[in-house]
């Protein structure tokens, strides 16, 4: 599909995130009301609540509930006919442009919250540069990747009730750590506090218990993408995580961004995983480009550290989705799923300060003289992304999160 020219005249800008393309999901306030479904436009927010109780969306009354997750788990069916519908409403020429303006509403005077209800939230490990940098710092080089990371998804269930919205500050965690020259632990604020450059895939559909679903079911089960931050105490994790893997390193907070990006938009995007080092076993297999070609980016305090792109990750996230639901674990409509830090091959594409500095013993240089190892009281962390079109481009709008001292 070409570029497609809106009558929202902001959308035809070849910088904006939001052109007609896009159309991504989100849910937004003004004024003191109360959060409705909104859909990107621009620098517009279009009211499809209003828009669907005007009897121009066919969608039945799924919008009315201040989250997408009715339209979500009404399948992909309903998903292609409501953006069909968008599509040819916001469409240059389009008749009836008049009602729909008065549903528009400047996003820069809006309130974004979360999208989704998250039913549930796992996250994966599913970048080899990633994997393989922590793996050699931990383990050295030739123990860097464990044995069973070449053959199926690892990931671990994180916490749904601290997934919050872009714009949300985040307090820095208590917890406890024990110093490699001490014989005792000691609990206080995290002093490695990091961020984890992830894309958040989106179930829609859901599954059964007991019943396995293939990549392409899975495939198709996928809503959409946010970006999302999984922020880390390293000190934290690396006391907590041996014998069973993350806990409260993880659990004090998740951001996502505030736009649902739909599978539909990413389609002319669409590229294949890096070739398999292993063949994976068959219930893995995918005969569909799973991943995506998605420009990502790091701010710290507005300036760029790190650029990297989504195909990097070895595991889509359909086959995320898959494995995960192999045991027949059921999936649920909002489960969220993160793809796990998402690095490149070279220092200035790695996804994680942990990498960035290597542990702390490279700090990196912001303006002003200013260096850091590790995230500070204050610092503004932002992740960034977007596919690039020929004249356009599908953005997420930005991912962002500013760290409070903790409370003692």
Request: hydrophobic share 35%; glycine share 12%; charged share 15%.
């Given at each position: 599909?070409?570029?497609?020219?809106?009558?929202?005249?902001?959308a035809?800008s070849?910088e904006?995130?939001?052109?007609?393309?896009?159309?991504?999901y989100?849910v937004?306030?003004?004024?003191?009301?109360?959060?409705r479904?909104?859909?990107?436009?621009g620098?517009?927010?279009l009211?499809?609540?209003a828009?669907?109780?005007?009897g121009?969306t066919?969608?039945?009354?799924l919008?009315?509930?201040?989250?997408?997750?009715?339209?979500?788990?009404?399948?992909?069916?309903?998903?292609?006919?409501?953006?069909?519908?968008?599509?040819?409403l916001?469409?240059?020429?389009?008749?009836?442009?008049?009602t729909?303006?008065?549903?528009?509403?400047?996003?820069?005077?809006?309130t974004?919250?979360l999208?989704?209800?998250v039913?549930?939230?796992?996250?994966?490990?599913a970048s080899?540069?990633?994997?393989?940098?922590?793996?050699?710092?931990?383990?050295?080089?030739?123990?860097?990747l464990?044995?069973?990371?070449?053959?199926?998804?690892i990931?671990?269930?994180?916490?749904?009730s601290?997934?919050?919205?872009?714009?949300?500050?985040?307090?820095?965690?208590?917890?406890q750590?024990?110093?490699p020259?001490?014989?005792v632990?000691?609990f206080?604020?995290?002093?490695?506090l990091?961020?984890?450059?992830?894309m958040?895939?989106?179930?829609?559909t859901?599954?059964?218990?007991g019943e396995?679903?293939?990549?392409?079911?899975?495939?198709?089960?996928?809503?959409?993408y946010?970006?999302?931050?999984?922020?880390s105490?390293?000190?934290?994790?690396a006391?907590?995580?041996?014998?069973?893997?993350?806990?409260?390193?993880?659990?004090f907070?998740?951001?996502?961004?505030p736009?649902i990006?739909?599978?539909a938009?990413?389609?002319?995007?669409?590229?294949d995983?890096p070739?398999?080092?292993k063949e994976?076993?068959?219930?893995?297999s995918?005969?569909?480009?799973?991943?995506?070609d998605?420009?990502l980016?790091?701010?710290m305090?507005?300036?760029?550290?790190?650029r990297?792109n989504?195909?990097?990750?070895?595991?889509?996230?359909?086959?995320?989705?898959t494995?995960?639901?192999?045991?027949?674990?059921?999936?649920r409509?909002?489960?969220?799923?993160?793809?796990?830090?998402?690095?490149g091959?070279?220092?200035?594409?790695y996804?994680?300060?942990?990498?960035?500095?290597?542990?702390?013993?490279?700090?990196?240089?912001?303006?002003?003289?200013?260096?850091r190892?590790f995230i500070?009281?204050?610092d503004?962390?932002t992740?960034?992304g977007?596919?690039q079109?020929?004249?356009y481009r599908?953005g997420?709008?930005?991912?962002?999160?500013t760290?409070?001292?903790?409370?003692?």
């Amino acid at each position: 599909m070409g570029y497609l020219k809106s009558w929202v005249e902001s959308a035809n800008s070849p910088e904006t995130d939001f052109p007609l393309n896009n159309l991504p999901y989100g849910v937004f306030s003004t004024s003191g009301t109360a959060p409705r479904c909104g859909v990107a436009i621009g620098d517009m927010i279009l009211d499809v609540q209003a828009a669907e109780a005007a009897g121009l969306t066919g969608t039945g009354g799924l919008l009315g509930q201040g989250a997408w997750n009715p339209l979500m788990a009404a399948g992909p069916a309903t998903w292609a006919a409501f953006r069909r519908t968008l599509t040819d409403l916001l469409s240059e020429g389009a008749a009836g442009r008049e009602t729909l303006a008065d549903m528009l509403h400047p996003m820069d005077s809006a309130t974004l919250h979360l999208p989704i209800t998250v039913a549930e939230y796992t996250d994966f490990y599913a970048s080899k540069s990633h994997a393989t940098n922590v793996g050699t710092m931990f383990r050295g080089p030739e123990n860097a990747l464990p044995p069973n990371w070449l053959h199926i998804p690892i990931g671990y269930n994180g916490r749904a009730s601290t997934v919050v919205v872009s714009g949300t500050d985040i307090r820095r965690p208590n917890g406890q750590t024990r110093a490699p020259d001490a014989d005792v632990p000691s609990f206080g604020p995290s002093r490695r506090l990091d961020i984890e450059l992830e894309m958040g895939a989106i179930v829609g559909t859901p599954s059964k218990m007991g019943e396995p679903i293939t990549t392409a079911q899975a495939q198709d089960m996928i809503f959409g993408y946010v970006l999302l931050n999984d922020w880390s105490a390293r000190d934290l994790q690396a006391w907590e995580y041996q014998p069973l893997g993350p806990f409260q390193a993880k659990a004090f907070a998740t951001s996502i961004s505030p736009w649902i990006v739909t599978r539909a938009a990413l389609a002319p995007f669409a590229v294949d995983t890096p070739p398999r080092e292993k063949e994976l076993l068959p219930y893995l297999s995918e005969d569909f480009p799973g991943n995506y070609d998605l420009h990502l980016s790091v701010e710290m305090n507005g300036h760029v550290v790190s650029r990297t792109n989504m195909r990097e990750l070895y595991y889509s996230a359909a086959q995320q989705l898959t494995h995960h639901a192999s045991s027949g674990c059921a999936m649920r409509t909002g489960d969220l799923l993160g793809s796990g830090t998402i690095s490149g091959p070279t220092p200035d594409s790695y996804g994680s300060l942990l990498e960035m500095t290597w542990g702390g013993k490279n700090p990196i240089s912001l303006p002003g003289g200013e260096q850091r190892t590790f995230i500070e009281d204050g610092d503004t962390l932002t992740l960034a992304g977007h596919a690039q079109g020929d004249g356009y481009r599908i953005g997420f709008g930005r991912c962002t999160g500013t760290i409070l001292p903790a409370r003692i």
